[in-house]
């Protein structure tokens, strides 16, 4: 049976490219896909999702869900996404079926197939600690939770500290660590860990393919801020690891941790505390993949990538 999940994103090129495999990946039934602001304002953010979504045209049409446009995000340390949010490729604009709130769509979602649903979680926390703020009792009914974000040792990228997901959002990051539900996060530290180098241009989908034209006109600026912004030759994709590890756990080393989020401190505000004192006064209450095969991971992705690629 596929696993049914709900991404949430904040398009934003790993976004964007982890939305395009989870769509035509056989092994998912992608129910929901919904946007948050983040990388972008949350306007561009689910102006992204729709247009991305409508260029795909994939075989079973999820839900989509319109980011929440009252919310106040810290000033972001550096954008590697581009204005648009996509690498500057200005996708057409798409205006789908419906348009309901984010929220809303999390939570029918839960409530339509109760404790069958995994949250992907790929941007700012502040959607789902929305859902649990009005509705606590989804807790029962949510299927698992796996989060791209938080540090493990404490490596981040919007400081020193702390990883840009939790930084846009601290107190959503530490309300949704301290709910009582399944949840796995997949840090900085472990997806930073997969790189590619510029030989991915040339192992993309066709050209001619929906997915491949999306994916060949958005990468290269990846590569570009990477190198401007990063000082680096190759790139991350963070949010298309999570995907993986909800596809592929396998490929990860899991512990169970117990650890909270740091919500006050200039540079710590969103810094994932976890109790590793030998006498640990914490309870375990989430699981951290703290290593993965790195090479088996990239290789999901390549196959995951031409998956998209044949279906478009
Ligand atoms: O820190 C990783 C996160 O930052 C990812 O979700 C990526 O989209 C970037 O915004
Ligand atoms: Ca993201």
Same mark, same amino acid.
């Given at each position: 049976m596929p696993r049914k999940v709900i991404l949430d994103v904040d398009p934003g090129i790993d976004d964007a490219v982890a939305v395009a495999m989870a769509l035509f990946?056989?092994?998912?039934?992608?129910?929901a896909v919904t946007a948050s602001g983040g990388n972008v304002a949350p306007e561009q953010a689910t102006a992204n999702l729709q247009a991305l979504v409508g260029i795909l045209d994939p075989p079973r049409l999820p839900r989509l869900g319109a980011a929440p446009t009252d919310t106040s995000w810290p000033a972001?340390?550096?954008?590697?996404? $581009?204005a648009d949010g996509?690498?500057?490729?200005?996708l057409p604009r798409a205006r789908l079926h419906g348009g309901h709130a984010s929220e809303k769509v999390i939570w029918e979602t839960f409530h339509a197939h109760p404790r069958e649903v995994t949250f992907v979680a790929l941007a700012p926390l502040t959607n789902l600690s929305r859902v649990l703020a009005r509705d606590p009792a989804i807790v029962e009914v949510v299927g698992e939770v796996v989060v791209a974000g938080g540090t493990a040792h404490g490596v981040?990228?919007?400081?020193?500290?702390?990883d840009f997901n939790f930084y846009c959002d601290p107190q959503a990051a530490r309300h949704v660590v301290r709910e009582p539900m399944a949840k796995t996060l997949v840090p900085l530290d472990t997806t930073g860990h997969v790189t590619f180098g510029f030989d991915l241009l040339e192992q993309l989908?066709?050209?001619?393919?929906r997915a491949g034209a999306i994916l060949r006109a958005m990468l290269p600026h990846a590569f570009r801020a990477h190198r401007q912004l990063? $000082?680096?030759?190759g790139i991350s994709l963070h949010d298309v690891v999570a995907l993986v590890a909800v596809?592929?756990?396998?490929?990860f080393e899991r512990s169970t941790v117990a650890a909270d989020v740091e919500t006050?401190?200039?540079?710590?505000?969103g810094m994932l505390v976890v109790d590793?004192?030998?006498?640990?006064q914490w309870r375990p209450n989430l699981d951290l993949l703290?290593?993965?095969d790195t090479a088996a991971v990239k290789d999901c992705i390549l196959r995951g990538l031409a998956a998209a690629g044949a279906g478009t």
């Open positions: 990946d056989p092994r998912l039934e992608v129910l972001k340390p550096f954008n590697m996404h $581009g996509l690498g500057g490729i200005d981040g990228n919007a400081t020193p500290a702390v989908p066709r050209e001619s393919s990063l $000082g680096s030759e596809t592929n756990p396998e490929l006050g401190g200039e540079l710590t505000a590793r004192r030998t006498v640990r703290t290593a993965c």
